[in-house]
């Protein structure tokens, strides 16, 4: 056979472990964290998913070593806890049987412990230790280790590794990046001791290498160990690249694949995990030029999801292996449809954090465009169905896409209808902005399954209560959407006028000075879009703040973005007319005032399209509602509605 991506899937040997391909699943958190840090079953099939979809290595995330002086909620291996390591020997048995490799992150958060924690209280009330004394940004007191301690952590990882093999592991991450404890033994920004293990280069680095050293006693030659870390910690005061490529060379002689990310706790969540308004690939770079000066196998991660790309990082040499996270939440068979052939059908990663936002929240998982993440074990299986029906989709958005591909695998006749001339719904109006492409394209990836899995799709045709009953469908599954909402205001219809829905077929409008009616998620992304364009951007919202309906990772990321591009924003005012030369507003002191802009953009939010919907309610004997034609929200919601009237019809 011959592959498309002949590097990235070649196998690689890193000690005596032979993987079957180049691309590994980064560590991601699980989904069922018990009360006493135990894998619980959510999180073996998390994990497992991964393994099933052609990872050549799963790494299930950050191991605690040493609970004494790091109380984050995250794993632990002990043989003291009932479970523990049980839990841990399920976990790498379910990955390995689908001929994954499975490894095991071994971690310590330093002056960073509790951070995922749901309960903050609670991590304000913990101790925090590191290198050294200090204060963190947020006032929080951070004590040194002592010697002694240093040497408990370091005997910590050991033992922590022995176990990880005991359990079924074959291989081991040690976490020394993202300003975790190791980055902050490495770091001169944190590190700031007299002793052994600060000062020069050389100290700095003695932790990480003794750390290592502990691990390779602990499970022997041949076992492979891999150490990330950052190659530039991306922020003042802490290393750079230079030394990044020296403290990886003092580090290789321990290990066996060296895993460069980027940046650290303090230079922010959108640099250590690459937001949209960043390039894909953006930190190859730095695995790139530390690949030059060592000899050991490098691997690069960060925001990777495109085939191609990655196919060029490892033809090229800029790294051995690519690792991803995101990418294989979004779509956990990614390798396997690489390995086939089938890089057209990856469902790409949006980068819009629902899955990082939905840990801080809930500490669950949840992914916007595959709804099997987090609920492995919902019985959330295609299956065949016993009884094959007609299923009647109205809408072609993601909802319906969704839905009529989950019931065309099932084996029912499937019927999609949608009014315009093309399908992809609310997702059409992205392919304007760049940051946001990936969304569009998700429209045009779930055409392409949905026409494979035989789908009879009819474009240019609504769904009334007639044409329901002339079909003669016993399932409606109705996704017809929502609608913008449009305030009756002066002005609002006027050439100078565009409704953020319909703005990639107007762009030509658009003219240098933009006035953004609306700041809630979609009306602050359009802003910072027509800001990098170079236009002048007001933003106009008549609350007090921007972007509630963002989630809380993204939203801070957003409105960075919204600083960093120089819009001027504009809280608290009230549209009441559209001019020529802008919006008149009134501030929440009632003085009017003319907020500047040739052209505005509506983005007002969205209304359910419940005047479509009610007519069919009657029209089969079973009929589902989904999406936005129920409650204006999300694409989550969205897909993961029509995934399960699918399942049910």
Request: overall charge negative; hydrophobic content about 40%; some cysteine.
């Amino acid at each position: 056979m011959k592959r498309m991506y002949p590097n990235l899937c070649k196998s690689i040997k890193l000690g005596d472990v032979t993987f079957k391909n180049r691309m590994f699943s980064a560590p991601m958190g699980g989904t069922d964290i018990t009360a006493d840090c135990t894998i619980g079953p959510r999180s073996t099939a998390f994990y497992e998913l991964r393994a099933k979809g052609g990872a050549a290595a799963v790494t299930v995330s950050e191991v605690v070593v040493h609970p004494e002086t790091d109380g984050s909620h995250m794993f632990h291996l002990d043989l003291e806890t009932a479970g523990s390591l049980a839990g841990f020997t399920y976990t790498a048995d379910a990955i390995r049987r689908h001929g994954a490799i499975p490894s095991v992150e071994l971690s310590h958060s330093g002056q960073y412990a509790g951070t995922y924690l749901a309960d903050k209280n609670r991590q304000g009330r913990m101790d925090q230790w590191g290198p050294s004394d200090g204060v963190r940004p947020d006032g929080k007191a951070v004590k040194a280790l002592s010697i002694g301690q240093i040497e408990d952590i370091i005997e910590a990882y050991g033992r922590t590794a022995s176990l990880a093999k005991r359990a079924g592991f074959e291989m081991v991450m040690v976490h020394g990046g993202h300003g975790w404890l190791i980055n902050q033994f490495l770091s001169p920004y944190f590190n700031k001791r007299q002793d052994k293990y600060g000062g020069c280069l050389e100290n700095r680095v003695r932790m990480a290498a003794e750390v290592l050293q502990s691990v390779r006693r602990a499970v022997g030659n041949g076992f492979p160990i891999e150490f990330r870390m950052s190659g530039s910690e991306l922020l003042e005061g802490g290393y750079d690249l230079e030394e990044g490529v020296r403290i990886a060379q003092q580090l290789e002689p321990y290990i066996d694949l060296l895993h460069v990310s980027a940046g650290t706790y303090q230079s922010g969540f959108g640099i250590t995990h690459p937001s949209m308004f960043m390039p894909h690939g953006c930190n190859v770079y730095m695995a790139e030029k530390i690949k030059k000066h060592v000899n050991v196998p490098v691997a690069t991660v960060g925001g990777l999801n495109d085939p191609e790309m990655m196919e060029e990082i490892i033809a090229s040499g800029k790294a051995d292996v690519v690792a991803m996270a995101r990418g294989l939440l979004a779509d956990h068979e990614l390798p396997k449809k690489v390995m086939t052939n089938r890089d057209k059908d990856i469902l790409k990663c949006l980068r819009c954090f629902t899955c990082m936002s939905e840990r801080a929240d809930t500490t669950t998982r949840r992914c916007t465009i595959n709804p099997l993440i987090g609920r492995e074990t919902d019985g959330m299986e295609i299956l065949p169905a016993p009884e094959k029906h007609r299923v009647l989709i109205a809408g072609g958005g993601p909802a319906g896409l969704f839905a009529a591909i989950t019931a065309a695998k099932r084996g029912h006749e499937v019927i999609l209808c949608e009014k315009e001339g093309t399908l992809g719904g609310i997702l059409r109006g992205e392919q304007g902005i760049p940051f946001k492409y990936e969304m569009y394209d998700l429209g045009v990836t779930l055409e392409k399954l949905a026409r494979d899995a035989g789908v009879d799709i009819r474009l240019n045709t609504s769904v009334t209560g007639e044409y329901a009953d002339e079909i003669g469908a016993d399932v409606i599954i109705a996704a017809v959407g929502s609608e913008p909402l449009i305030p009756p205001i002066p002005g609002i219809d006027g050439d100078n006028v565009i409704i953020v829905n319909d703005y990639h077929l107007e762009r030509e409008k658009v003219s240098d000075h933009v006035a953004v009616l609306g700041g809630g998620l979609a009306g602050c992304e359009m802003a910072v879009h027509f800001a990098l364009e170079g236009k002048t951007v007001h933003l106009i919202e008549m609350l007090e703040e921007l972007a509630p309906d963002a989630n809380k990772r993204h939203r801070p990321l957003l409105l960075e973005e919204i600083r960093k591009q120089n819009v001027h924003v504009h809280i608290g005012h009230k549209g009441l007319e559209i001019q020529p030369g802008g919006v008149l507003c009134e501030n929440a002191s009632g003085e009017k005032t003319l907020v500047p802009g040739t052209t505005v953009v509506c983005a007002l939010g969205q209304r359910p399209k419940r005047n479509i919907v009610e007519p069919l309610l009657d029209c089969a004997p079973i009929v589902y509602q989904v999406g936005d034609c129920v409650r204006a929200s999300n694409i989550t919601n969205a897909i993961y509605q029509g995934f399960h009237a699918a399942l049910d019809a």
